[in-house]
């Protein structure tokens, strides 16, 4: 079965070419970075236009590619929601007009169903059951999977998600947008114990997580600095926040694995991208016996290939949209 898979959900246009689940012929993605740099973040409307101007390109180059055309498709799956709903609808009404025109079944997807299947597009793939943390700009989750459309929510974020904290904290400091990746870079050169930002366990034994306290500690910081005429020390800041985000993740993320007794742990989301995250979670897992499986960066950040496989499993569900069918901004999994 050959898979044409669409995602919109955000500020990437991505598409990409399937052969039945695993196998990914073509993955193209195209970012509209330099669009919102300016702004420090996300501008909604600028997304939706620059989806309109992207997607068909974006599309062709993913047949292209993957040496296929429209009529070789069997199945265009497409991210339904969560997200922003002007860039949802782009992708998901091109999809569904395709497919009527084409005569090719559709299947809407739920994008944190990409995120917590995505690490099955790797060789090394867990079985079921497992324990997922999907955390991005728009969510940080922790679920119990068990199957390939069977997802429990076991905790969520109470306020921000940790990407959001990420790219807060990078404009406060005017490091540019998208701020994951340029905190992370300078954290490396910083000290993650210089400054004692706070964790937000909540009680001992819940699984939700909080990010706007370490946001607030971390502008009072920069301000207090300020104040005093101080130096803002940006590496040791960026190392101390980073820190403080990863040990919340790990540890709520591990405690759910421990409670479901589950061996294995997954990752997903553009801040599973991070390389201390990333590392941190593989330490912990070994030293607690747990085995994690962790995808490659181009599959934790938004990525048409994952709404494939997701796709993949729901068609085979008896999962189709139609033409009437609406997009969604929040997702009934979170
Ligand atoms: O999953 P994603 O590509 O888009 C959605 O939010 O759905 O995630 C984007 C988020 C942004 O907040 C970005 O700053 C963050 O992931 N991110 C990172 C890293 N790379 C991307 N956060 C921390 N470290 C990174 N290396």
Known sequence: MLILAIESSCDDTAAA?????????????????????????????LASRCHIE???PVVSEALATAEVSLADIDLIAATRG?????SLLVGFTFAKAVALVNNIPCTGVDHMA??????????????FPYTALVVSGGNTSIFTVTGTTKFILQGRTRD???GEAFDKVAKLLDLGYPGGPVVSDLAEKGNPKAIAFPRAWLADDSLDFSFSGLKTSVVNHVNRCRQKGEPVAFADICASFEQAVVDVLVEKTILAAKNCGHKRVVIGGGVAANKKLRNQMAERCREEGLDSFIPSPVFCTDNAAMIGLAGYYQFAGGATVGPDTDAYSRSPLN
């Open 114 to 127: 990409g995120h917590l299947l995505a690490i099955m597009l790797e060789e090394n793939r867990p079985d």
């Open 160 to 162: 921000d998600a940790a």
């Open 17 to 45: 070419v399937l052969e039945d689940n695993h196998r990914v012929l073509s993955n193209v993605i195209s970012s509209q970075f330099d669009v919102h740099a300016k702004y420090g973040g996300i501008v909604p409307e």
């Open 54 to 56: 992207a997607i068909w």
């Open 82 to 86: 969560p997200g922003l709903v002007g």
